[in-house]
């Protein structure tokens, strides 16, 4: 049996979008990761890296699968920080970006 019943129509407001309403853009930020000398190491991309202590100097290691990728001597440095997959260390107050595969502050 046919349905004889009209097709419903759409209306205006069904067939354009209104422009006065703007539309929220969402961006989520991730949070940056921070260690210290001693801390855990943590994750840079697929690699992660630490700040030691090796005879009273301060040492910043980049591993990755296990293997160790690079490392450094960076007398002074308090902190390193992952941003955006980026990899930073402070040293007396300035923070320098790291260069994961050489270990090279720039």
């Given at each position: 049996?046919?349905s004889l019943?009209?097709?419903p129509s759409l209306?205006?407001?069904?067939?354009s979008?209104?422009?006065?309403?703007?539309?929220?853009?969402?961006t989520?930020?991730?949070?940056?990761?921070?260690?210290?000398?001693?801390?855990?190491?943590?994750?840079v991309g697929d690699?992660?890296?630490?700040?030691?202590?090796?005879?009273g100097?301060?040492h910043?290691?980049?591993s990755?699968?296990?293997?160790?990728?690079?490392?450094?001597?960076v007398?002074?440095a308090?902190r390193?920080?992952?941003?955006?997959?980026?990899l930073t260390?402070?040293?007396?107050?300035?923070?320098?970006?790291?260069d994961?595969?050489?270990?090279?502050?720039?």
């Open positions: 049996m046919t019943l009209p097709e209306t205006q407001a069904e067939t979008p209104s422009s006065s309403v703007p539309t929220p853009s969402i989520t930020a991730t949070p940056s990761v921070k260690a210290g000398v001693g801390d855990s190491p943590i994750p690699a992660f890296a630490r700040l030691e202590d090796i005879d100097r301060t910043l290691a980049v990755r699968d296990g293997a160790e990728v690079c490392s450094a001597d007398d002074g308090s390193i920080e992952e941003a955006d997959g980026d260390v402070t040293v007396a107050g300035r923070t320098s970006k790291v994961v595969e050489t270990c090279e502050l720039t």
